[in-house]
């Protein structure tokens, strides 16, 4: 039987939201089953999500965070940590992705995760597009063996793992029952709100393994781009003032 895939998305009202849920909705719904996708959002489930993803034809849950942290600078933490405790408390068996609404991703990186076994990485391609340019985040690959990393930002390079949020994926079971699993941690694992920009990834990962000896190149070799982090830079948009949307576009 194919392996269940439990992709996680945390999500807010703004303009650009419908979009970023339709895309990645669709190419979800092309996904073979069996797939549940954990859309969370803070405080309240908001109903121009629920229109959304009731229309999406897929499995879904639609989870609310609600801890009151409103001054926290999260970009998503809390949610996540919303969807690892529903996974856990339900012992949801499958592979964990955390998918950010915002980011593209192929339909082989769905294929390719569901080959892994413990815990699977692979390169994020960065697009800035005020820059033009491309940069890789995530394993250098040699077979079955990772072997080091790509990063371009010196500010990070104190970090462990250099992984994209949107750069690997996970057994379910660590999180429920990890006896099964040589685990250089115990306890819950959740990610953080004080860790230091970039570094959440890392503080996160280094609770699931051990080294790169335990990580499994995603797929084979990892010379494959599966999906792409988009830094969309649209705040020089030339538009008259009354033609803009504060609003999600699915609002009535
Ligand atoms: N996000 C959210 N609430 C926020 C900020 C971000 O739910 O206040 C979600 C967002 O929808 C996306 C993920 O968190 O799915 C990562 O956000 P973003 O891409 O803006 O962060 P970046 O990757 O640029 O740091």
């Given amino acids: 039987a194919r392996k269940q895939l439990i992709v996680i998305t ?20 092309l996904v073979p089953p069996p797939l549940v996708w954990i859309v969370v959002e803070m405080n309240v489930a908001s109903t121009e999500t629920a229109d959304i993803l009731r229309g999406m034809g897929i499995m879904y849950r639609h989870l609310v965070c609600a801890n009151n942290l409103t001054n926290i600078k999260d970009r998503g933490v809390h ?37 892994i076994s413990r815990f699977g990485t692979w390169p994020v391609a960065m697009l800035a597009q005020s820059k033009n340019k491309a940069t890789l985040e995530g394993p ?3 077979g079955s063996q990772v072997i080091g990393w790509h990063t371009n930002e010196k500010s990070k390079r104190l970090r462990r793992f250099h992984v994209d949020m949107s750069g690997y994926a996970f057994n379910s079971t660590i999180l429920w029952d990890p006896k099964r699993w040589e685990k250089p941690t115990s306890g819950l694992i959740r ?6 920009e970039g570094f959440q990834e890392t503080t996160f ?3 699931l393994v051990e080294d790169e000896s335990q990580m499994e190149p995603t797929p084979l070799g990892c010379s494959k781009i599966m999906n792409w982090h988009l830094h969309l830079e649209a705040l020089e948009l030339g538009y008259p003032k ?4 504060q609003k999600n576009l699915d609002a009535e």
Wanted: net charge negative.
């Fill in 79 to 115: 949610q996540r940590n919303r969807a690892l405790e529903h996974i856990e408390h339900h012992k949801l068996d499958g592979l964990v992705y955390f998918a950010d609404d915002d980011n593209v991703y192929s339909l082989q990186l769905f294929e390719s995760i569901r080959e």
């Fill in 191 to 196: 990610q953080l709100d004080t860790i230091k």
């Fill in 140 to 142: 250098v690959c040699n």
């Fill in 242 to 245: 009354g033609w803009l949307l």
């Fill in 205 to 207: 990962i280094q609770q």
């Fill in 10 to 29: 945390p999500t807010y009202n703004r303009p650009l939201q419908a979009f970023y849920l339709n895309r990645l909705g669709q190419v979800l719904r």
